[in-house]
């Protein structure tokens, strides 16, 4: 199914597409994916960045130290040498942060985004550490990088195979290049795949690009995945978090890390081209009683899962006066007008596809819903998809609304 899938997609975009061998990776690299139960690893990012603007050139390496176990279990643990210097672990109901620095730890409840078979989504993601020495799911880290652009792009080819850290590696590239005059960015993906587990041995990303003559870009990140172990007995502990001696907790409530809220307050109107080539914005919708506008995308499980609750929202409420606008995150509208036509929607579909409008929305983490009244202002939101007790809560706010 995979395969005709893929083909259909290069079929479409009058494009040569994956051959045999590529599509059979692809199924592999899936079935790996999906006979494990935990895995354990470690990753070294080597990043070398050049100036750009204010954003100052950096050069470092940093070290990770990953358990994942099914029930939306993980630990990471970014190391310099031995010593970690920020931790974020979760025991399939509440996650911890811990950072060095300031020798502070936070807990809070975990999303449906983190733990609704949050494991099988974990594994075609990856953790990144920020600048701030946080480690967060990155969903477009190199597993999901890989496996998304695998499926939907025909850019991305099987080019040879290597030795890796004594592991013989497929080799997967995609290079495409992105224009907005006149500036222009060129990505590169390699992926060394173990031909014996399937599972990623090594990743480097290049981002070059600019405005000729005025500014430059040059950025590049090499992963390297090593003692990989698949299906590890993990000790009873493994997802415990104890506080390092000294160490002071703090509220996640607290405002350093509270993700800014909309609630109460006007919601951002800006202009987003639709997936059938108009352009749209919230003051189309100024008749209407209420909007739900969701941040979603292709490759997300949770949002997927939002979607038959989306539909019969629609199906109910559109001629009371409700308005249903889906937001893809997706890097192209390729990917979003082909999975549109495998899973058609009937409500409006628009594209943000620098996220700046997700940015206005303070959207960290997807699916993102808002509901907007008549007077533009944003009644509720919520992050993640909770099912029929979310479902439940957006028809009490529709009760009020279109009445």
């Given at each position: 199914m995979l395969a005709m899938l893929m083909l259909l997609y290069a079929t479409a975009h009058g494009c040569v597409g994956p051959t045999t061998a590529e599509l059979t990776l692809a199924n592999k690299v899936q079935a790996a994916v999906e006979d494990l139960d935990a895995l354990s690893l470690g990753v070294e990012i080597r990043e070398n960045r050049s100036k750009l603007g204010r954003r100052p050139a950096v050069k470092r390496t940093v070290h990770l130290k990953i358990l994942m176990a099914d029930g939306g279990r993980f630990r990471v643990e970014a190391l310099q040498g031995d010593a970690p210097f920020a931790a974020i672990v979760c025991d399939g109901k509440k996650i911890t942060e811990w950072d060095a620095k300031e020798n502070l730890w936070t807990r809070y409840e975990a999303s449906p985004l983190h733990v609704e078979n949050a494991f099988k989504e974990l594994l075609v993601k990856d953790y990144l550490v920020t600048d701030y020495a946080k480690s967060w799911v990155d969903a477009e880290g190199p597993f999901g990088q890989w496996f998304e652009r695998v499926i939907m792009a025909p850019e991305t080819k099987l080019t040879g195979t290597e030795i890796i850290d004594e592991r013989s590696c497929d080799v997967v590239t995609y290079k495409k290049t992105e224009w907005e005059f006149p500036a222009s960015v060129t990505e590169t993906f390699t992926f060394y795949i173990d031909r014996r587990t399937h599972l990623l041995v090594?990743?480097?990303?290049?981002?070059?690009?600019?405005?000729?003559?005025?500014?430059?870009?040059?950025?590049?990140?090499?992963?390297?995945?090593?003692?990989?172990?698949?299906?590890p007995t993990l000790p009873d502990d493994a997802f415990v978090f104890t506080p390092p001696r000294g160490s002071k907790f703090i509220s996640s409530d607290a405002p350093r890390f509270k993700i800014p809220t909309l609630d109460g307050k006007p919601a951002p109107n800006p202009k987003l081209p639709s997936v059938n080539g108009s352009t749209v914005s919230l003051q189309d919708y100024k008749d209407k009683k209420a909007v739900l506008l969701v941040f979603w995308a292709t490759w997300c499980g949770p949002c997927k899962k939002e979607m038959p609750t989306l539909i019969k929202l629609h199906e109910e409420f559109a001629t009371k006066g409700l308005a249903i606008i889906g937001v893809s995150t997706d890097k192209d509208m390729g990917s979003v007008k082909w999975f549109l036509k495998r899973h058609p929607l009937p409500y409006t579909i628009l594209h943000d596809t620098k996220r700046k409008v997700g940015d206005l929305y303070f959207v960290k983490a997807i699916p993102r819903t808002f509901l907007i009244d008549k007077e533009g202002i944003v009644v509720k939101s919520w992050l993640g998809w909770s099912g029929k007790e979310e479902e439940a809560e957006i028809r009490k706010e529709l009760a009020k609304l279109l009445r």
């Amino acid at each position: 199914m995979l395969a005709m899938l893929m083909l259909l997609y290069a079929t479409a975009h009058g494009c040569v597409g994956p051959t045999t061998a590529e599509l059979t990776l692809a199924n592999k690299v899936q079935a790996a994916v999906e006979d494990l139960d935990a895995l354990s690893l470690g990753v070294e990012i080597r990043e070398n960045r050049s100036k750009l603007g204010r954003r100052p050139a950096v050069k470092r390496t940093v070290h990770l130290k990953i358990l994942m176990a099914d029930g939306g279990r993980f630990r990471v643990e970014a190391l310099q040498g031995d010593a970690p210097f920020a931790a974020i672990v979760c025991d399939g109901k509440k996650i911890t942060e811990w950072d060095a620095k300031e020798n502070l730890w936070t807990r809070y409840e975990a999303s449906p985004l983190h733990v609704e078979n949050a494991f099988k989504e974990l594994l075609v993601k990856d953790y990144l550490v920020t600048d701030y020495a946080k480690s967060w799911v990155d969903a477009e880290g190199p597993f999901g990088q890989w496996f998304e652009r695998v499926i939907m792009a025909p850019e991305t080819k099987l080019t040879g195979t290597e030795i890796i850290d004594e592991r013989s590696c497929d080799v997967v590239t995609y290079k495409k290049t992105e224009w907005e005059f006149p500036a222009s960015v060129t990505e590169t993906f390699t992926f060394y795949i173990d031909r014996r587990t399937h599972l990623l041995v090594k990743q480097n990303q290049t981002v070059v690009g600019g405005v000729p003559l005025i500014a430059s870009m040059n950025s590049r990140k090499d992963f390297f995945y090593r003692d990989v172990r698949t299906n590890p007995t993990l000790p009873d502990d493994a997802f415990v978090f104890t506080p390092p001696r000294g160490s002071k907790f703090i509220s996640s409530d607290a405002p350093r890390f509270k993700i800014p809220t909309l609630d109460g307050k006007p919601a951002p109107n800006p202009k987003l081209p639709s997936v059938n080539g108009s352009t749209v914005s919230l003051q189309d919708y100024k008749d209407k009683k209420a909007v739900l506008l969701v941040f979603w995308a292709t490759w997300c499980g949770p949002c997927k899962k939002e979607m038959p609750t989306l539909i019969k929202l629609h199906e109910e409420f559109a001629t009371k006066g409700l308005a249903i606008i889906g937001v893809s995150t997706d890097k192209d509208m390729g990917s979003v007008k082909w999975f549109l036509k495998r899973h058609p929607l009937p409500y409006t579909i628009l594209h943000d596809t620098k996220r700046k409008v997700g940015d206005l929305y303070f959207v960290k983490a997807i699916p993102r819903t808002f509901l907007i009244d008549k007077e533009g202002i944003v009644v509720k939101s919520w992050l993640g998809w909770s099912g029929k007790e979310e479902e439940a809560e957006i028809r009490k706010e529709l009760a009020k609304l279109l009445r």
